[in-house]
């Protein structure tokens, strides 16, 4: 069991940067695998980002390959997407998301536990 909230969300021009958080609360967050998806209405959620345990297995979307980055730190319990380079396509909610197994995320995309979400807006 964990919980998931999401910050670092906002309005932010294209070529622009912004930095995603996600702090996790429950069991020992270094026992799962992390990831991050984004859905923009009329749209199915999509696949963003995920990292293992370890933090040295991260994949990517082929969307946002170069540009976005995820990375942890175990020690508080939280998840990050770098995002730069945004593009007003990049424009959605974005959800972080955890499981055990890393396969549920990058796989079978269907993680037991997602947050809320946090909205990221990229004017052109």
């Known amino acids: 069991q964990v919980q998931l909230v999401e910050s670092g969300g906002g309005l932010v021009q294209a070529g622009g940067s912004l930095r995603l958080s996600c702090a996790a609360s429950?069991?020992?967050?270094?026992?799962?695998?992390m990831g991050w998806f984004r859905q923009v209405p009329g749209k199915e959620r999509e696949f963003v980002a995920a990292i293992g345990w370890s933090a040295s297995s991260t994949y990517y979307a082929d969307s946002v390959k170069g540009r976005f980055a995820i990375d942890r730190d175990n020690a508080k319990n939280t998840v990050y997407l770098q995002m730069n380079s945004l593009k007003p396509e990049d424009t959605a909610v974005y959800y972080c998301?955890?499981?055990?197994?890393?396969?549920?995320?990058?796989?079978?995309?269907?993680?037991?536990?997602w947050g809320q979400g946090t909205q990221v807006t990229v004017s052109s």
């Open positions: 998301a955890a499981d055990h197994w890393l396969n549920a995320i990058v796989v079978t995309r269907t993680p037991g536990y």
């Open positions: 429950g069991r020992t967050f270094s026992s799962y695998a």
